[in-house]
Nanobody
Framework: QVQLVESGGGLVQPGGSLRLSCAAS????????MGWYRQAPGKQRELVATITRGGSTNYSDAVKGRFTISRDNAKNTFYLQMNGLKPEDTAVYYCNADVQVGLRLGNYWGQGTQVTVSS
């Protein structure tokens, strides 16, 4: 059984920073790629950033230059450093990963963590 558990969300003022973490647990052979998505009220879930095992990254235009995705392969954990937060970044943030367990590959989601940017 694979679980992705997010942490690090909360309330922050505009211009502030937060760091989200996503820890994967289970009999994991490999995780590739990993990604962060977000869903604001009344909107569809959207891609925020992805990272491959080798460290190649991809960002949405909305967060490019403000957010940084990273990963610690040894800990099966990945992160989203969010700087310069704006009210429009308010959303539930979800981590997502393709995880190999034995010879089987599956796609998994975390439970989500709320990020609220407000003064």
């Amino acid at each position: 059984q694979v679980q992705l558990v997010e942490s690090g969300g909360g309330l922050v003022q505009p211009g502030g920073s937060l760091r989200l973490s996503c820890a994967a647990s289970g009999s994991i052979v490999n995780i590739n790629p990993m990604g962060w998505y977000r869903q604001a009220p009344g909107k569809q879930r959207e891609l925020v950033a992805t990272i491959t095992r080798g460290g190649s990254t991809n960002y949405s235009d909305a967060v490019k230059g403000r957010f940084t995705i990273s990963r610690d392969n040894a800990k099966n954990t990945f992160y989203l450093q969010m700087n310069g937060l704006k009210p429009e970044d308010t959303a539930v943030y979800y981590c997502n990963a393709d995880v190999q367990v034995g010879l089987r590959l599956g796609n998994y989601w975390g439970q989500g963590t709320q990020v609220t940017v407000s003064s």
